[in-house]
């Protein structure tokens, strides 16, 4: 077990890529707090990883705002006296041509896929400075990388995602801390099938592998980056697209 008693926080964990991920940690070692304005959910997923014998705390947060996500990593450290990772991946999508995008539409995007990220890496990053060690990984996306009609908000915020990698990676690596990202290609999870077929073959035809991923293909490259093997590595980006952007 690579994380064993590593305190591992995960945000957007009530489905999809960040439920696998905390699956992963889980398995591994860690105690996994799952972090998700869905508390149903998030109570199912931790209940299911404590019957498979992990660890697991939940804290219904929304990373929009700056106080709960505050709160949150505070109740965290209280009661498990640190935090080892904390991985950012909590996302939303409303798609749109710019031409007819809502003002509401934008700012609902980067509140919580961009502001989320500021938010929840600034209230864990004192604990870890503290302790001069941490990892911090956060989802960007294959979108950000190449852009894709319809998600201007969307591909601006994970673009977003590795400007704030990369210079908070130099801010704090002389306190023992990495900065990293992932940036998922089309992965099966309930945002992707929702596609339309014919725009589903359409992308598959640009996948050399010629598959969509699979949300643990995402939560294996996460893995790496928090593990002792990756303790030279900061400020990069993995892309886990099967070769859509290279």
């Known amino acids: 077990m690579i994380f064993k008693d590593k305190v591992t926080v995960v945000t957007g964990a009530s489905q999809g890529i960040g439920e696998t991920i905390a699956r992963d940690f889980a398995a591994e070692g860690a105690v996994v707090v799952l972090v998700d304005i869905q508390k149903e959910k998030l109570e199912a997923v931790a209940a299911s990883i404590k019957a498979a014998g992990g660890r697991a705390s939940v804290r219904e947060a929304n990373v929009a705002a700056f ?17 080892d990772h904390l991985i950012n991946n909590a996302g939303i999508t409303r ?16 509140a919580v896929n961009l502001k989320g990220i500021f938010n929840f890496t600034k209230a864990v990053l004192r604990s870890m400075l503290s302790a001069r060690s941490g990892r911090i990984v956060s989802l960007s996306s294959v979108a950000g990388a190449m852009g894709n009609p319809g998600q201007t908000n969307y591909a601006a915020t994970k673009a977003g995602v590795v400007g704030f990698t990369k210079s908070l990676a130099r801010e704090v690596g002389s306190r023992g801390v990495t900065v990293n990202a992932v940036a998922p290609g089309y992965i ?16 598959l035809a640009l996948i050399p592998l010629q598959r969509f991923g699979e949300p643990a293909d995402v939560a294996k490259a ?3 980056l928090c593990s002792d093997d990756a303790a030279y590595i900061t400020g990069q980006v993995i892309h886990v697209n099967g070769g859509l952007y290279m």
């Open 67 to 83: 106080a709960q996500a505050e709160a949150a990593a505070a109740s965290v450290v209280q009661e498990f006296g640190k935090i």
């Open 95 to 110: 798609d749109n041509l710019l031409l007819r995008m809502r003002e509401e539409e934008w700012d609902a995007v980067v």
């Open 188 to 203: 099966s999870t309930p945002m992707t099938l929702g596609l339309p077929e014919a725009v589903k073959q359409s992308f």
């Open 222 to 224: 996460v893995r790496f």
